[in-house]
């Protein structure tokens, strides 16, 4: 076996970014413009080049732009399921059609992008809803993969990347599990899950540590055998790539932000289930919080009914930036109602949408790029007909990448087929 | 301390018992002990005769092992041994109410293993294979003689306990033993039956299959005793005459059981918690038996039950503590924290309450700690009185041998105690042990004592399960992503009830969405016990009413949901393809604080089902959300139903296989199982129309279920998905003659609306949940809506604990996909639901005369922002938004103060 001499190509491994296609220039006008960069007003928004080209009450409408008049409608920018498995799972129980989960516990080097099918039909549901880009994270083991931020519209998985190595998975370990019902003790009993806690993070350490002095062999011109894990690993121990890190009770949150911050690694908290508790402690810290399903139940029987309902309201009020996710695939066109489920509990709507468009995009580093309506950024938008996470809302229109997207999907064409069966015949029973 | 086995003051004799042995093994049996008179007193004592007056100065004369003459002014008889009781205190001896002692030693094999004739580990396919039932062993067989904790039993003051076998479900029958000479085994029993022994948990797995869940258990202990009592009256009627009639098969299982049943021993039934004593009431009276509780560390808030009942609780006396190598920042629950706070007080309850009782060792890891786990019962307002008494003459009259033990009296048995001290002293010593006149003195201590640590043998005795995953072994939850999962039930609350029972509610000026005739705005609505009274403009408020203003907010009926598995012990008997014979009925429990978390949500009525392993499930259960009530109060009072699946969670690979593994075999198993019920009606209608000479047919439980259905006094309640499946469950019941009173789920439903809508079939579908599995794959949000327009009754259900807190924006979605209107949308989660469990006469809307379940809303209710302020059942306030906020602060105040009164050395 010959060694390589690695080079610090990472780019490669970042993958080309998102190639705008459509030449078509839109112009989006009578509608209220949400921008989530100031407050609404009614105006024109031009999309030009798959970008937003200009924004505005008193915008010029180029000659060649298709006008799309939203009069009394609203304009929102795409909404990002800050975590989902869309594309990499598509029936649950068959677990052929699953590919989330990769063997083993150590695998940086593989990436959602690699398995995420463009075809499936939990894209065009998600999207019908107006869920137009979204972070796909591989599971499993304690470094999953890395994740993808794709559109969710795209013949290829070329055509759908933004960034197909945003965020590294990590899952934090618990300490929990010590404590089964009726009694501690023996194998399962506390001692034994903090020792098997510790190994864990040692195990974490040194694969990060593994990966920087491979950095430094290879920036020294030290010939090595090339290791994929370790470069991906580097990038993360670099703090190129941000982790996205699993953690969701309040000793594990905590325990999560002080190993990162040793690291001096770039991360995001995922899930923060119990991260209310300490709320003012991660404000502090600066860390953000992409959090679990809103529509969860209380972490236990004595736990306040309205705990993960008031998880949100009770972060963003002492400063916390969130996001709102649906960690799934057929349920991610729920993302709206994950937020609006917060709102009578504390978080105030305009906090709740922006945390399904906007932040996300900057806790990722893709503040300049997604999430508000501004000129410049990517072309996600939705047209609606009302507040974007109520349920009765309807989407009525949806940009992607500059496209107008379609609102087509399985769901209503199997309403449609059916709706129009003539009236059952020859059981007269 | 260490008590040596002798013969009557043997150490006099010494000399001659070395005489005498050892003898070889093949040699004749040779006396070992002196042949002198068998003549004891105690002279000079203080006597705790627990059945009179306490006696001081006292001799207590024993000739043969029992008590001749008991009394001051007493003489021994000449030629007695005499034992000076000079400054010390003779108890009756001390008698352990329940144990394995001579079976089933910690770390043994369980003593239905040992038997050749019993298969272990065999499959079980239903009550005739009687699955883990053992009735014929007894505590009196078998006694493995080399049990040490016969002798750690006694030198910790022990002279009689009650053992059985404790493996499987009717493990075998209790005994009475005296720990006298352990090589003589014979010359232990006192009583070779005094009780049947029951579990509720097969802990140490002595067969696999059926039942496989609590409410499996409960269904087969009646089915048991049901054929027992059949196989009695088969029996007698033959034996009265044989001629021209068919001999009935002999049954091992049944023969100890007609024996109970004719001879009336009581069972030995598992129950703690208040809804346990509920379950362990109802259940041996359908099994005909008088049950003693055992466990019942959780008694304090059942003891009424008991004392209405009269029955007898055994009380395990290893109070619950906490773990340990726990978890320094662990979160008790405060259920856990208040067993730790509130066990030790039963006693006292039971005492206060009339309840017989009695103590044993149970889960203690040794005898010797009984007396110090009785103290914290003492401590806790327990008198010592009653305390001695629960250690001696309690459990002999619980066992109905008080004729012979239990107290110090010319007559009985002489089993005595003889202490340095009172009983219950922490400094007291026992010194000497009688039993059966035989005297087991105390050496002096060598400082090498064993201190009789043991592990304990938890799977022996209390072994109901606290409630939590009672079916969590068994192998048949669904998969995770199914909706249909089993998933363990959460944790019970500590405090359940209404914040209010106000009799007169008026709730003034609100939005009233009626949800049977459209909307009115600035309405009052005047409850008045329980029920809805009045509704209109500007109602003047009685005197005695409670007015609540709710300008500016919304009112609608209580939430009802069709599909739930809340509030239940069990959810799935899948080891059966037909399991007709569970009901969820059985396994109630009020406590969860699920119950809580959907009033939260507006929901005031649920249906609960039984789970989708099996294409025939078991009988479900409708109940109102009195969260906290008994089982018994939670019932509306709907008909009768049944669960039935089709489908992927019916076919799916199990080991070991079971029938069906295709959509064809379900079809089939649904068909077969109607034939078997006309069959059965057939017989009984023959056995009813004819003379009703000789032996009725047997009472069959899954039959019996089955035949309600055809005769329509029993609805089924059809898990389904694809569409295909669902018009072939049409056609078989209309073959059959009757009418599937609701599909389930019906994801497919919108592909044949018209079909089931000519059923007559109600729809109870999910609002957006598709793709978990491939029998989902087709599955649109649009279905509650296209259903509903081609004419089928629908609702849409949740199916989930957490779901279910938010069934309003649920019905939202039927706006969201497929255009419904807002009222009929309304409509899918109160008045549809109840339609189609014919409770709409109760609730379900808002009209004069029903009940008052009404939800008290902010935001309109089908808005995703709507948020439930107050929930009302009967027009009890079951959920406050306000209130709750005490509730949680109460919660954690009282969990700081116990944590640290029991938890206070955490680190």
Sequence with gaps: MTGVRIALAVALVGAAAATPVAAQSYAITGGTIHTLAGDPFVGTVVIRAGEI??????????????????????????????????????????????DHR?????????????????????????RAN??????????????????????????????????????MAISYPSRRGGFGRGGGGGEGGWKAAEKRYRETVAELDEWLEAARRY??????????????????????????????????GE??????????????????????????????????????????????????????????YANPGKLHAAGVRIAFATFGSSDSRTLPYEAAQAVPYGLPRDAAIAAVTRNAAEMLGFGARLGTIEAGRIANLMITDGDPLEIRTQVTGLFILGREASLDNKHERLYERYRARPPAGGTDR | MQLQSRPQA?????????????????????????????????????????????????????????????????????????????????YPGLFDAFTTLGHGRAGGVAPTRWSSDQEHNRHSWGPEDRPGTTPWLSGAESIDAGDDRFERWREAGFTTVVSAPHAGLVPGRASVLNLGSFERPREMVVAASVAM????????????????????????????????AHYHSAWADYDADPLGKRRPEWDRALEPIRTQLVEGWPALFPASSRSDIGRALATTGEMGVRPIIYGAQEAYAGAELLADAGVAALVDLDWPKPPKDDDPERRPTLAELRRYDRAPTTPAALAEAGVPFAF???????????????????????????AVEALTLAPAEIFGVADQLGSIEEGKIANLVVTSGGLLDEDSRIEIVVVDGELFEEEEEDGGAEDGEEEADSSAVGDLDDGAGADEAEGDAEEAADPDSDAPPVPMSANTGPYRDDPVTLIRGATVLIASHGTLADTDILLRDGIIVEIGGGLSAPSDAVVVEAAGKYVTPGIVDAHSHLAALSINEGTLNNSAMVTIEDVLRPEDIGLYRALAGGVTTINILHGSANPIGGGNSVIKLRWGADADDLRIGARKGIKFALGENTTRDRDPDRYPATRMGVQDVIRQSFLDARAYMEEWEAFEEGDRRGVSPRRDLRLEAMAEILRGERWVHAHCYRADEILQLLRLAEEFGFRIRTLQHVLEGYRIADEIAAHGAGGSTFSDWWAYKIEAYEAIPHNAALMAERGVLVSINSDSGEEIRHLNQEAAKAIRWGGMGEEEALRLVTLNPAKQFGIDDRVGSIEIGKDADLVVWEGHPLSVYAKTLRTYVDGKLYFDIEMDRERQAAIEAEKAALIEKHMGERP
């Design chain 1, 53 to 98: 080209a200009a924004v505005g009450a008193d915008v010029e409408v180029p000659a060649d732009a298709q006008i799309v008049d939203a009069t009394g409608q609203h304009v929102y920018p795409g909404m990002f399921d800050a975590a989902s498995r869309l594309g990499l799972t598509e029936v649950g129980a068959v677990s052929v059609t699953n």
């Design chain 1, 102 to 126: 990769e063997q083993g516990a150590y695998k940086p080097h593989l990436q959602a992008a690699t398995a995420i099918h463009p075809a499936s039909e939990h894209i065009p549901v998600a």
């Design chain 1, 130 to 167: 107006g869920i137009t880009h979204t972070l796909t994270v591989p599971q499993g083991g304690r470094v999953p993969g890395q994740a993808s931020l794709v559109v969710l519209d795209g013949w290829t998985i070329e055509e759908m990347a933004i960034d197909l190595g945003a965020a």
């Design chain 1, 215 to 248: 950095d430094a062999a290879a920036a020294a011109g030290t010939t090595v055998e090339r290791d994929l894990k370790a470069e991906a690993m580097a990038r993360v121990a670099r703090g190129e790539m941000p982790v996205l890190l699993a953690a969701n």
């Design chain 1, 251 to 308: 000793r594990d949150i905590r325990s999560a932000v002080e190993w990162a911050s040793r690291q001096n690694l770039r991360f995001v908290i995922a899930g923060g289930r119990e991260a209310w508790r300490i709320a003012d402690w991660l404000a502090e810290a600066g860390v953000d919080v992409v959090l679990s399903p809103t529509q969860s139940l209380p972490s236990g029987p004595d736990e306040p009914y309205d705990e993960a």
């Design chain 2, 10 to 90: 043997i150490a006099i004799a010494a000399a001659l018992v070395a005489a005498l042995t050892p003898s070889s093994l093949a040699a004749q049996p040779q006396p070992t002990r002196p042949e002198g008179p068998r003549l004891l007193a105690i002279q000079g004592a203080r006597v705790v005769t627990v059945s009179g007056a306490t006696l001081e100065g006292a001799t207590v004369v024993i000739d043969d092992g029992i008590i001749v003459a008991v009394g001051a002014g007493v003489s021994p008889p000449p030629g007695a041994w005499i034992v000076d009781g000079t400054g010390r205190t003779v």
């Design chain 2, 197 to 228: 022994r029951v579990n509720l948990r097969d802990s140490s797995r002595v067969y696999r299959g059926f039942p496989g869940s609590a409410m499996g258990v409960f269904a087969y202990l009646k089915q048991l005793y049901y054929d027992a």
């Design chain 2, 360 to 386: 044993y060792t149970g889960g203690l890891s040794g005898p010797g700690e009984a007396l110090a786990a009785v103290r914290r019962a003492v401590a806790q307002g327990l008198s010592e009185e009653i």
